[in-house]
T-cell receptor, first 111, second 115 residues
Framework: GESVGLHLPTLSVQEGDNSIINCAYS??????FIWYKQESGKGPQFIID?????DKRQGQRVTVLLNKTVKHLSLQIAATQPGDSAVYFC??????????FGTGTSLTVIP | GAGVSQSPRYKVAKRGQDVALRCDPI?????LFWYQQALGQGPEFLTY????????KSGLPSDRFFAERPEGSVSTLKIQRTQQEDSAVYLC?????????????FGPGTRLLVL
């Protein structure tokens, strides 16, 4: 089946710094990707998405980059805040209606 | 409410007991998904409904797991004869239309502990 994985399981950043979370995917047919944020005891929360016909998309303080050549996805968070501390998942939707999630990266923001 | 809701939020069951987990999707959302999330892992797909039709149940781990959505809105995930390995968070998600390229919105999950 599809494989979505993250390079770094944990990431600690100073408040105010920028954060970069990486994700590798294996299915070259995947054409839609989502980044989710999950806080303890809560369900995943949508952050930003990107389709395969784009290589960059920006939201409020977040940017997603997609490199289809190497099947790599990244989430950049600008001016990281304590409220950004959470586990971040990338998810891909391949051939079916389900999403395949990576293991997740735990982001800790140090005040 | 405006989001996906799930109940109960926590469930403790004795091994062998049957449990039923409820999901109320966002009003008007056609698609509904169930995922299982083990501790420290990402969600894993269980099953998918489009309205009342269960179109994909390939992720259900055994025939002890059963899901239904009889009127195309509320869904119930039932686990019969629970085992310790069923302990996990069960997440429900919904999306507006029936396409496969749109955002899924998640509920808070039901945390199931089987003793």
């Amino acid at each position: 089946g599809e494989s979505v994985g993250l390079h770094l399981p944990t990431l600690s950043v100073q408040e105010g710094d920028n954060s970069i979370i990486n994700c590798a995917y294996s299915n070259s047919a995947s054409d839609y990707f989502i980044w989710y944020k999950q806080e303890s005891g809560k369900g995943p929360q949508f952050i930003i998405d990107i389709r395969s016909n784009m290589d960059k998309r920006q939201g409020q303080r977040v940017t997603v980059l997609l490199n289809k050549t190497v099947k790599h996805l990244s989430l950049q968070i600008a001016a990281t805040q304590p409220g950004d501390s959470a586990v971040y998942f990338c998810a891909e939707n391949g051939a079916g209606n389900q999403f395949y999630f990576g293991t997740g990266t735990s982001l800790t923001v140090i005040p | 409410g405006a989001g996906v809701s799930q109940s109960p939020r926590y469930k403790v069951a004795k091994r062998g007991q049957d449990v039923a987990l409820r999901c109320d999707p966002i009003s008007g959302h056609v698609s509904l998904f169930w995922y299982q999330q083990a501790l420290g892992q990402g969600p894993e797909f269980l099953t998918y409904f489009q309205n009342e039709a269960q179109l994909d149940k390939s992720g259900l781990p055994s025939d002890r797991f059963f899901a239904e959505r009889p009127e195309g809105s509320v869904s119930t995930l039932k686990i019969q004869r629970t085992q310790q390995e069923d302990s996990a968070v069960y997440l429900c998600a919904s999306s507006l239309a029936g396409t496969s390229r749109e955002t899924q919105y998640f509920g808070p999950g039901t945390r199931l502990l089987v003793l």
